[in-house]
């Protein structure tokens, strides 16, 4: 009987002689992510580590146009394989790096946004399945309810919803639909390299039935702090300007508040994740953890600038990922603001507003944060050589502006 290993392992071996004397076709992502699913990455058959190595090594050597199906593999590639060339990291064990490398390949806020929407379609549809199989009926309601709530924040046809749209309620199957709708993209189907960064984006490292929602909602997370990085830099083009385009400056603030508030909605789902489940995560993912994501350090140090550097982040985010800006975002607003006050009242109005929307949000993330670490991690050490949830408590009242 042949089992998922041995046909991983054949698929691998026959894209291998392929590549050898000709172009190799695609590869065989859905087999490989089958067996990775099923074991984690620390626990992959000898044999598959080693084919997968070596098909790293052949499709890194061939020359590639990025934003292809070949481009895309090798980029996965090289994620997949991070740890088996113990050269763990977070950008690859999240693959956000190569989620941000596909962004940048064109019009970043839309592909960013299409990209995390599709992720999240992704998440909400595998926790209703595995809420469907679950036995314990409280469980199973917990866990429906979460996913179904999320599903209220997107749109079947455009990805996220509207910011200002009030949610309405959404039941299971009405979530389903929206969900597989999204990721067909109509029925259309997408496009061959967006449809293996979503299929094949959960290199887990271990068996443990809730590493598919912690990494998933890390991907989601990350990516949308990327937006808001992106947002808080169109918003700082134009304060630092002597006349400001007060409608292009809010609309980059309320873009900013929209995409924190999406963040924080992926906190009610991660929630859930067992506290035992983390542990055996955590353990494993040792050298790939940071105590601030790259996205939320580019984020909080363009908008608070020196005073974002505090010594624990720069320990768990290199500097020169995410150097601080002078002036910085706040101090630029503050001024622009003050400029504004004297010939247009009711334009520092609206600035100040789109700020108290950015910090609301910022604050609600946090408090978020803060309540599903203390339920999920409890009182250990934090990552970045933390005192973990006590330095969550301590900086829990900054503002982001």
């Given at each position: 009987m042949t089992t998922p290993t041995d046909h991983a392992e054949r698929a691998v071996d026959a894209w291998l002689q392929r590549i050898r004397k000709g172009p190799p076709g695609p590869f065989p992502h859905r087999p490989v992510t089958r067996v990775i699913r099923a074991h984690g990455t620390t626990a992959l058959p000898g044999g598959l580590q080693s084919r997968l190595l070596d098909a790293w090594d052949w499709a890194r050597s061939r020359p590639l146009e990025p934003g292809t199906l070949e481009w895309a593999t090798t980029a996965w590639l090289t994620c997949l394989t991070s740890s088996l060339r113990k050269a763990p990291s977070?950008?690859?064990?999240?693959?956000?790096?190569?989620?941000?490398?596909?962004?940048?390949?064109?019009?970043?806020?839309?592909?960013?946004?299409?990209?995390?929407?599709?992720?999240?379609?992704?998440?909400?549809?595998?926790?209703?399945?595995?809420?469907?199989?679950?036995?314990?009926?409280?469980?199973?309601?917990?866990?429906?309810?979460?996913?179904?709530?999320?599903?209220?924040?997107?749109?079947?046809?455009?990805?996220?919803?509207?910011?200002?749209?009030?949610?309405?309620?959404?039941?299971?199957?009405?979530?389903?639909?929206?969900?597989?709708?999204?990721?067909?993209?109509?029925?259309?189907?997408?496009?061959?390299?967006?449809?293996?960064?979503?299929?094949s984006s959960l290199p887990v490292a271990t068996a443990q039935p809730d590493e598919p929602l912690f990494l998933r909602s890390v991907q989601i997370m990350e990516l949308l702090a990327e937006?808001?990085?992106?947002?808080?830099?169109?918003?700082?083009?134009?304060?630092?300007?002597?006349?400001?385009?007060?409608?292009?400056?809010?609309?980059?603030?309320?873009?900013?508040?929209?995409?924190?508030?999406?963040?924080?909605?992926?906190?009610?789902?991660?929630?859930?994740?067992?506290?035992?489940?983390?542990?055996?995560?955590?353990?494993?993912?040792?050298?790939?953890?940071?105590?601030?994501?790259?996205?939320?350090?580019?984020?909080?140090?363009?908008?608070r600038g020196e005073a974002a550097l505090r010594p624990e982040p720069l320990a768990a985010v290199d500097l020169e990922t995410a150097p601080p800006h002078t002036p910085s975002l706040s101090t630029a607003l503050a001024r622009a603001t003050d400029r504004l006050e004297t010939h247009d009242r009711a334009a520092a109005e609206d600035v100040r507003l789109a700020v108290d929307a950015v910090n609301g949000q910022w604050?609600?993330?946090?408090?978020?944060?803060?309540?599903?670490?203390?339920?999920?991690?409890?009182?250990?050490?934090?990552?970045g050589g933390t005192d973990g949830i006590r330095y969550l408590a301590r900086h829990l009242k900054e503002p982001l502006l």
């Open positions: 977070y950008g690859a064990y999240t693959m956000t790096a190569l989620f941000g490398q596909w962004s940048r390949l064109g019009d970043f806020p839309q592909r960013a946004a299409q990209l995390s929407a599709l992720l999240t379609a992704d998440l909400v549809r595998h926790e209703l399945r595995r809420a469907a199989r679950e036995e314990r009926l409280g469980e199973r309601r917990f866990r429906s309810t979460a996913a179904t709530h999320l599903a209220r924040h997107l749109d079947a046809h455009h990805g996220w919803a509207d910011a200002d749209t009030r949610p309405r309620h959404t039941g299971i199957a009405q979530a389903m639909h929206r969900c597989n709708r999204l990721l067909s993209a109509g029925g259309a189907g997408l496009p061959e390299p967006l449809e293996l960064l979503v299929e937006q808001a990085a992106f947002h808080t830099a169109q918003a700082h083009q134009q304060a630092l300007v002597p006349t400001p385009d007060t409608a292009a400056l809010t609309a980059s603030l309320h873009a900013t508040a929209a995409n924190l508030a999406r963040a924080q909605h992926v906190f009610r789902l991660v929630a859930i994740i067992d506290p035992a489940q983390f542990a055996a995560i955590r353990a494993a993912t040792t050298g790939t953890g940071a105590l601030q994501s790259p996205g939320f350090a580019r984020l909080e140090r363009r908008c604050a609600r993330w946090k408090r978020t944060h803060l309540g599903v670490a203390k339920k999920t991690i409890g009182d250990v050490p934090g990552t």
